[in-house]
């Protein structure tokens, strides 16, 4: 049978395994500025293309994430913490490996079914959708909330913003 230790071990030995795979296949020219003319002086126009947002998003998630992760591994590993306050951080830290994983499918999802990239952030009975089009079109959206509702059995407040 396997004891706490070894399943800890495990669990955040996997988020730390799709992390480093997430970063190291991530594109190395990342929201960088392309730097035209010759002369130091000129202005810099910086080319940032929807795709980039999304990008710039997912990496500020991820980086918030990974922090919140850290902050729930030092209370766990902490010898002063109660047992009830490390299995609070247990419990928080399942909840956020469990969105990770929510969020990635419902982003699949809404590329499969609408052919459209997308940004979601879950937060507690909150989904934040950043749909990766210029168009603003209202059914598009309302569909879009559908099909995310269709995960949860219960009621989702789920906001779509266009970028």
């Known amino acids: ?35 035209e003319g010759s002369e130091i002086n000129e202005k810099a126009n910086v080319t940032v293309t929807e795709g980039d947002v999304l990008i710039a998003m997912r990496a500020n998630r991820d980086e918030k994430v990974a922090l919140e992760i850290e902050e729930l591994q030092k209370v766990l590993t902490s010898e002063t913490a109660t047992s009830e306050e490390k299995n609070t951080a247990f419990e928080e830290l399942k909840v956020l490996n469990l969105n990770i994983g929510k969020e990635e499918t419902l982003e699949e999802k809404i590329e499969e079914k609408f ?41 989702m407040y789920i906001t779509v913003q266009f970028e």
């Open 115 to 155: 052919g459209i990239k997308s940004y979601i952030e879950i937060s507690k009975d909150n989904i934040k959708v950043v749909i990766n089009s210029k168009e603003h079109d209202a059914s598009l959206a309302n569909n879009i909330m559908r099909s995310i509702q269709e995960e949860y059995k219960e009621k």
């Open 1 to 35: 049978m396997i004891n706490k230790q070894s399943m800890w071990f495990l669990t955040l030995l996997s988020l730390v395994l799709v992390l480093g795979v997430y970063y190291v296949t991530m594109p190395n020219d990342l929201l960088s500025s392309k730097i």
